[in-house]
């Protein structure tokens, strides 16, 4: 069932905004998203009608509570997880950083922990400096040049008894590539590491799904799927098993307020529920799904009709991209394998600094980002730290019209 475009664009407001006439592109999904328009009125709710800390027994503090619960309630269907799995925080980088002590509290030199040349850096320094704390050594699983993909038959050469976590992103936001971190997880599991998967770059794409998965952390930003800036966090009942909590004593000892210490920020809760409803509309815009099915079954509907958008969106800009003189792009570009991807492209262009090409992008109204975004582990192997290169993501919101503006530009570009 094909997504009813005008349909879903009409659901964020600020795709009507224009600028001297000139409608937005946004094509800076990865780095983060537009809001729904449920999104800013569940917030603007939470701060005019349940302004207060939760616990008390008045009316505003009551709806404060019924927030947070309910906010709960949706990440873990999000997640595929109990309720008793999940927290909120301000970000996925901060989040992984509060866990990395956590995690890393019994670990001893002897031990190693595994993380990737393809993630963001996210899922990268907060394990490093726990290890360097632990004395703990750190390899790293590398990648292909040639497919893009995580050498994952080197696995077993990499983990071994003393291996005690293992951090792999879920999508790339330098590549675009969807890895399989179903079987990254398994090999922590038989070895009975800590699996940290970071879905930053896949929740806005794919139906995330930890039991599926197998691991016993993920994280994922609800300002790239469509909500407010705050994260959500799942953490197994395994590891919450085996790892020290972390509040003030006054607080009860139980999920969510084990692992979050202090205040949450209520509305970034009702925004995140919100954003999550969107996903879940979308199965319904479609006319995939009944309007009042379960919200795990709706957000499976909605994931579906986003891919099948996005895929063709990818699939017009790569054959566009062919017709341009120069491009070099670092990521998959056979349109055989573009399942194994994210709508996430970055590229360079011949001749052409990444910081000029993203510069006169910038002066059409189109956003891209110039840059590595923290991928510093592939634009490191790529070399290309400090050049930087273009990157564009296509999202659910963005129409063919978009892909056309971008592809003429570039050609533009590219002659000049
Ligand atoms: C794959 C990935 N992981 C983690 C992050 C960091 O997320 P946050 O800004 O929520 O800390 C990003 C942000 O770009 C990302 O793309």
């Given amino acids: 069932?094909?997504?009813?475009?005008?349909?879903?664009?009409?659901?964020?407001?600020?795709?009507?905004?224009?600028?001297?006439?000139?409608?937005?592109?946004?094509?800076?999904?990865?780095?983060?998203?537009?809001?729904?328009?449920?999104?800013?009125?569940?917030?603007?709710?939470?701060?005019?009608?349940?302004?207060?800390?939760?616990?008390?027994?008045?009316?505003?503090?009551?709806?404060?509570?019924?927030?947070?619960?309910?906010?709960?309630?949706?990440?873990?269907?999000?997640?595929?997880?109990?309720?008793?799995?999940?927290i909120f925080g301000l970000n996925t980088t901060s989040l992984f950083f509060q866990m990395a002590p956590l995690i890393a509290h019994d670990w001893r030199a002897g031990d190693n922990i595994l993380l990737t040349r393809m993630d963001h850096d996210a899922n990268v320094s907060p394990w490093l400096q726990?290890?360097?704390?632990?004395?703990?050594?750190?390899?790293?699983?590398?990648?292909?040049?040639?497919?893009?993909?995580?050498?994952?038959?080197?696995?077993?050469?990499?983990?071994?008894?003393?291996?005690?976590?293992?951090?792999?992103?879920?999508?790339?936001?330098?590549?675009?590539?969807?890895?399989?971190?179903?079987?990254?997880?398994?090999?922590?599991?038989?070895?009975?590491?800590?699996?940290?998967?970071?879905?930053?770059?896949?929740?806005?794409?794919?139906?995330?799904?930890?039991?599926?998965?197998?691991?016993?952390?993920?994280?994922?930003?609800?300002?790239?799927?469509?909500?407010?800036?705050?994260?959500?966090?799942?953490i197994s009942k395994r590891l919450q098993s085996i790892i020290p909590p972390l509040k003030v004593r006054p607080s009860a000892d139980v999920m969510p307020t084990r692992l979050s210490p202090g205040t949450p920020s209520f509305e970034a809760m009702a925004g995140t529920a919100a954003a999550i409803d969107h996903l879940a509309w979308l199965g319904e815009a479609a006319g995939a799904v009944a309007a009042d099915a379960p919200l795990r079954q709706r957000l499976a509907a909605g994931m579906a009709a986003a891919q099948a958008h996005e895929l063709d969106l990818a699939r017009q800009f790569l054959s566009g991209l062919t017709g341009i003189?120069?491009?070099?792009?670092?990521?998959?570009?056979?349109?055989?394998?573009?399942?194994?991807?994210?709508?996430?492209?970055?590229?360079?262009?011949?001749?052409?600094?990444?910081?000029?090409?993203?510069?006169t992008l910038a002066a059409q109204n189109i956003y891209a980002w110039n840059g590595y975004y923290y991928a510093w582990e592939p634009a490191g192997v790529l070399g290309l730290r400090t050049r930087g290169a273009v990157r564009v993501g296509f999202t659910h919101y963005n129409n063919s019209a978009d892909v056309d503006t971008l592809l003429a530009e570039l050609a533009a570009i590219a002659r000049a």
Wanted: charged share 20%; aromatic share 6%.
């Fill in 130 to 234: 726990a290890a360097a704390a632990r004395g703990v050594e750190v390899r790293f699983l590398e990648w292909d040049r040639e497919t893009f993909a995580l050498k994952l038959d080197t696995l077993p050469d990499l983990i071994d008894a003393r291996t005690r976590a293992v951090a792999v992103g879920h999508a790339s936001n330098f590549l675009g590539t969807i890895n399989d971190v179903a079987a990254v997880c398994a090999a922590a599991r038989t070895v009975g590491a800590v699996s940290i998967v970071d879905a930053v770059q896949s929740a806005p794409h794919l139906l995330l799904d930890v039991a599926a998965i197998g691991c016993d952390l993920m994280a994922a930003s609800a300002y790239k799927f469509f909500g407010p800036h705050a994260a959500i966090l799942f």
């Fill in 325 to 359: 003189r120069g491009v070099t792009l670092h990521g998959i570009a056979n349109p055989n394998r573009l399942h194994e991807r994210v709508a996430t492209f970055t590229f360079e262009l011949a001749g052409h600094s990444a910081d000029s090409i993203a510069g």
């Fill in 1 to 86: 069932m094909p997504l009813p475009i005008e349909t879903v664009r009409a659901a964020f407001p600020a795709l009507a905004l224009a600028d001297e006439g000139r409608p937005r592109v946004y094509l800076d999904a990865p780095a983060g998203t537009q809001v729904a328009g449920r999104v800013v009125e569940a917030m603007s709710h939470a701060m005019i009608r349940a302004c207060a800390n939760d616990g008390g027994l008045f009316r505003t503090s009551r709806a404060a509570g019924a927030i947070a619960e309910a906010a709960i309630a949706s990440a873990a269907a999000f997640f595929n997880c109990a309720e008793d799995e999940v």
